[in-house]
């Protein structure tokens, strides 16, 4: 074989190298997220078959949480959307938009529903305990994780904007939307239910 026809061979599979090197870092870095999200979870839920959790300062007096985790279902099926849209560019930027804004949203209430409880429900590190701990250092685990998986989502809706190709991009942050969805419902589950 010669010389330019390895260089042909090795151009023509660079894209598809690059691609599975993409997709093989976001399992990496998701995996990481999942485990370090595990790590404080099990804690969590160590001690709180060890005591009374949550404390009743914590209980939600309206559905914020349960609401705050729609808009991240919403938000994985409007991904969803966006990538059995077809060719149909204003449908797929109206998607992409509403999946940016259903993500903002859930962080910007998860945000506002923990200032509630630091500044007015006195749920403070470490006076409150391992429950404070627990609440906020698995908010911010999956907040930054969810915060991770929006500017992949904002970049592939730039490139779509641009014209270039953003089906492998999206394609990529799908997963990663759904990670943060089961980390959510996770935290629902071990700091919130009674």
């Not at 997220?33 to 939600?60: I, K, Q």
């Not at 305990?129 to 609440?135: P, T």
């Amino acid at each position: 074989m010669s010389t330019n026809d390895s260089a042909g061979t090795l151009a023509s599979t660079s894209p598809q190298r690059d691609e599975a090197n993409l997709w093989f870092g976001a399992v990496i870095a998701h995996a990481a997220a999942a485990m370090l999200f595990c790590a404080v979870a099990f804690t969590a839920g160590f001690y709180r078959l060890r005591g009374f959790f949550p404390p009743m300062s914590a209980r939600p007096g309206s559905l914020v949480p349960a609401l705050a985790g729609g808009l991240l279902v919403i938000g994985a099926v409007l991904l969803h959307v966006a990538l059995g849209r077809g060719s149909d560019p204003r449908r797929i930027r109206l998607t992409l938009l509403c999946t940016l804004g259903a993500g903002a949203g859930f962080l910007a209430t998860q945000a506002a529903w923990l200032h509630v409880l630091f500044w007015y429900r006195d749920l403070r590190i470490p006076g409150s305990g391992v429950f404070a701990s627990a609440l906020y250092g698995l908010s911010a685990v999956q907040a930054a994780h969810l915060s991770v998986v929006l500017v992949g989502v904002l970049r592939a809706g730039l490139r779509f904007l641009r014209g270039l190709e953003a089906r492998a991009p999206l394609q990529r942050a799908l997963p990663g939307w759904w990670c943060s969805t089961v980390m959510y419902g996770v935290l629902f589950a071990v700091v919130y239910l009674p």
